[in-house]
């Protein structure tokens, strides 16, 4: 979620689907309603995820230890994840699966970079800033989604 007065040339914000936001967000001129953000296109996400890849290179050389992959409260990459943000029909849509799929990429790319023991993934599972989900009903273990090595 985000305002329009606050991203480059002042474009609409965004996100898996074009959903409005329901909460206010802030601003410089204090807290406003965003416009409605702008559903990602397919072909676009190769870019969103090579941005992680170079903000990890940018972490490496300026000498962090380690970085943190965030896909919680209400960021893009959890928009992805939620079945109330996300209502694309793509292969980032539909099943827990597809909407895990962009936070696993965006993972594996800063992995590349980093090596998986110097990568984090933050998670928020039951926020609901951005609406209930349908999916915390269904409790599956991450091993279901992710690797086994991945989730300690």
């Excluded at 416009?35 to 050389?61: F, H, Q, S, V, W």
């Excluded at 230890?65 to 990459?77: I, K, P, R, T």
């Amino acid at each position: 979620m985000s305002h329009v007065s606050l991203q480059e040339n002042g474009i609409a914000p965004v996100a898996p689907s074009a959903i409005q936001a329901g909460q206010e967000v802030f601003t410089l001129e204090g807290m406003k309603r965003p416009r409605c953000a702008r559903a990602l296109e397919t072909d676009e996400i190769p870019g969103i995820i090579e941005d992680y890849r170079n903000a990890a290179r940018k972490a490496k050389a300026a000498g962090f230890d380690g970085v943190e992959v965030h896909s919680a409260n209400c960021y893009l990459l959890e928009q992805f994840i939620r079945d109330s943000t996300n209502k694309r029909t793509d292969r980032y849509g539909g099943s827990v699966e597809n909407r895990t799929r962009l936070t696993l990429e965006v993972t594996r790319a800063v992995a590349d970079i980093w090596g998986p023991s110097r990568v984090g993934i933050r998670l928020s599972p039951i926020t609901r800033a951005v609406g209930a989900t349908r999916s915390t009903a269904r409790r599956a273990p991450l091993t279901a989604i992710w690797p086994a090595s991945w989730v300690s």
